[in-house]
């Protein structure tokens, strides 16, 4: 398909979203991967049908799902472990925390990696930083090869349960999550969009929260997402949520917004509800 055509991302059988755009490329691996061009989003990624991030607004969740868990640890973070995240968008922002020491990540799709690094290459991290072990890898996989109380941070940036994360949602991924977290360490796991998918926060949470003693709902809205997305934080102790002890700044993020990230509407919590 070549020119301008109105893409149409479905959310249900009678509503989606819909985009003046123009088909960058197209091809199925273990994923439908798309890549399209809006005059007003610029480029966008598109997983299965689904949009996972455009150019114009992918920085909201990429800060947030670095910078809101690290607020909340005692001290700067030096140890990180990124699931998923094959964009870059994680290990750009982690990139500007002078502590780091060691990233490591496992994405599982080569082909979303490769097509990142040509196409979104202005909003990816370095990959050629020594402090970066970069794997093509099952998160799962890498999880259960990682050392026990290795990382400050385990972020998963990864699509919904469905597909090749469907294992990133399950008892065991959270149980090795839990056993490579240092006692201080923070977990942050993307939880989809409660308003049309609220089946994921729902399913998920009781299983994540029958394994860390300490879970969190988060919230954020992103533009392109047309709704607020959930995220699952986790814990081994008890946070100053709503006060970090360290402080981020960002193009969208600060510490003063941790209030908002914790406050989550009564639909939410009806989900969550045992």
């Not at 097509?115 to 999880?143: A, E, H, T």
């Not at 008892?171 to 056993?179: G, T």
Request: glycine share 6%; aromatic share 16%; with cysteine.
């Amino acid at each position: 398909m070549t020119g301008r055509f109105w893409w149409k991302e479905r959310i249900f059988k009678d509503f989606g979203h819909s985009y003046l755009a123009e088909l960058v490329f197209e091809e199925r691996g273990l994923q439908k991967i798309q890549i399209l061009k809006n005059p007003s989003w610029g480029y966008f990624l598109v997983l299965d049908g689904i949009v996972q991030f455009t150019e114009r607004d992918e920085y909201i969740y990429h800060e947030t799902i670095t910078y809101l868990p690290s607020s909340l640890l005692e001290e700067s973070p030096e140890e990180v472990l990124i699931i998923g995240g094959g964009d870059g968008g994680v290990l750009r922002e982690l990139q500007k925390i002078s502590t780091i020491k060691k990233i490591v990540q496992y994405e599982i799709d080569s082909l979303v990696f490769e097509l990142c690094q040509r196409y979104f290459f202005k909003i990816s991290g370095d990959y050629d930083d020594p402090r970066v072990n970069f794997n093509i890898k099952d998160g799962l996989l890498g999880l259960k090869e990682s050392p026990s109380q290795s990382f400050d941070l385990v972020i998963v940036d990864c699509t919904d349960p469905v597909g090749p994360a469907k294992s990133l949602y399950t008892e065991q991924f959270y149980m090795e999550s839990k056993r490579v977290l240092k006692s201080k360490g923070v977990f942050i796991q993307q939880a989809s969009l409660p308003a049309y998918f609220p089946h994921v926060l729902k399913e998920a949470y009781p299983v994540i929260k029958s394994v860390f003693p300490y879970v969190k709902v988060v919230r954020a809205y992103v533009p392109c997402y047309g709704e607020e997305i959930a995220l699952l934080l986790a814990t081994l102790e008890e946070k100053d949520w709503f006060n970090p002890l360290l402080k981020f700044n960002g193009r969208y993020y600060h510490s003063r917004l941790n209030p908002y990230y914790f406050s989550i509407p009564a639909p939410w919590l009806n989900l969550i509800s045992p």
